[in-house]
């Protein structure tokens, strides 16, 4: 119920929202996207990010990227930090400027875990783009912390 | 500075860090395909502090001028106002005003409770108080901005879907107002260019252009509508060139009649 309130209250379209139930391998109470996502994030508030509250959640399929657009500011720090469950085994998180150039940074990448970090060099749009590099449809979640 | 000791003192040393920016530029199609997220693609009055403070020393003490809302019975007002109230909350959190955050906190949970959303928020107004009595700022950002995300929440649950959008904005323009106050102030070439943000007024614009009709004859939405188009005017320059006292100045002006406006209510024309 709550969750297909939020759907709506982010602007995401059902299919994008869809949360299925997280599969036997996966004990729904100690695994989700969000929850992973927020564990990879937690590594970085340790260096002082603040993590955002908001999130954005749905299944991604293979050879189907897809694309946020967020705003940042000139000179803040940011980490994208996005996770999926099984039966993704890689995904990747890439940065781009309002242009669509890529933004040089730095990637942490494990399996269907992964951050892009950058240091924002001017205010204003940029895309982040998640891909499902190894694996099937699967759901994810993506938050991002700055400082 | 960000540097790869970032990852590995943050306990991730498995994983060596990659550099990264091989990928292949964005097709225009890619780009048109991009999903819009208010509750990450509108950035917190958080972040926009945050670059502040890395450009130039403000007094945030002095910043922190709560405003109050006016007796109005307007729910497009108070959603605005809610708005207002929760950047407050993130300049005095800036100021470290624990007392001005308890004040703020305690005007968002009354506010709430005139939108009937006071239930879903009275823990968290709570917690704010218990951040604010430790001086936990860090998890005070956190707070405010689930704080508003919660607020937006039962608002949707209970069928003001369209308040939501409001409140994003009277955030947004209170940030902004408080931002180029101080920046008019103090002009820097490097600090004005962090209110070059036109994106986030045509996203803006175009939910409050998805509004019914109702609430577009609302004079105050009616107001924000015109002056945020100014204010997109402003700052859609090219960003390669700085972006010019007088237009800080301008901008200026133009959110500090809006915020004026969304506390005092807009008169009909």
Do not use: H
């Not at chain 1, 990637?107 to 694996?135: C, D, H, M, N, T």
């Not at chain 2, 614009?205 to 004859?217: E, I, M, N, T, V």
């Amino acid at each position: 119920m709550k969750a297909s309130l939020l759907a709506v209250l982010l602007g995401m379209t059902p299919l994008m929202a869809e949360q299925n139930p997280a599969p036997a391998a996966e004990p729904a109470t100690l695994a989700t996207p969000r929850s992973r996502a927020l564990e990879l994030a937690g590594a970085f508030a340790n260096e002082g990010y603040k993590i955002r509250d908001g999130f954005w959640a749905g299944s991604i399929e293979p050879a189907k990227p897809l694309l946020i657009e967020v705003n940042l500011f000139e000179g803040n720090e940011y980490w994208f930090s996005a996770a999926a469950l099984s039966p993704a085994r890689k995904i990747s998180v890439d940065v781009f400027d309002q242009k669509g150039r890529p933004v040089p940074g730095e990637r942490y990448q494990e399996g269907p875990s992964s951050a892009a970090g950058i240091v924002a060099q001017k205010s204003g749009r940029y895309f982040i783009r998640l891909s499902l590099a190894e694996g099937e449809k699967a759901d994810f979640c993506l938050v991002y912390s700055y400082k | 500075m960000f540097t790869r000791c970032a990852i590995l003192a943050a306990g991730l040393a498995s994983v060596a860090p990659l550099g990264f920016g091989a990928a292949e530029p964005l097709s225009k199609a890619q780009i048109q395909s991009v999903v819009r997220i208010e509750a990450l693609t509108i950035p917190t009055p958080g972040e926009f502090f945050a670059a502040i403070d890395k450009q130039g020393q403000p007094n945030w003490t002095q910043l922190f001028q709560p405003k109050s809302a006016g007796v109005t019975s307007s729910r497009a007002q108070m959603a605005l106002m809610l708005g207002v109230l929760v950047a407050d909350g993130y300049i005095a959190v800036e100021a470290q005003d624990g007392q001005g955050v308890k004040n703020t906190g305690k005007d968002i949970i009354n506010l709430g409770t005139k939108l009937n959303v006071s239930k879903t928020i009275l823990g968290r107004g709570n917690s704010i108080n218990d951040f604010a009595e430790n001086n936990d700022w860090s998890a005070l950002r956190e707070e405010l901005e689930a704080t508003q995300n919660e607020v937006k929440l039962a608002m949707a649950e209970q069928k003001d879907q369209n308040l939501v959008i409001l409140v994003t904005v009277g955030a947004w323009v209170r940030g902004t107002d408080v931002a180029a106050l101080y920046i008019s102030k103090n002009y820097t070439p490097g600090l004005a260019s962090l209110l070059r943000q036109p994106a986030i007024i045509e996203y803006l614009l175009s939910q409050l252009g998805l509004l019914p009709g109702s609430l577009r004859l609302d004079p105050l939405v009616q107001k924000l509508e015109q002056d945020l188009a100014s204010a997109l005017k402003l700052v859609d320059t090219d960003p390669d060139k700085p972006f010019p006292a007088e237009s800080v100045k301008a901008l200026s002006e133009t959110m500090s009649g809006l915020v004026n406006a969304i506390a005092e209510g807009a008169k009909n024309p």
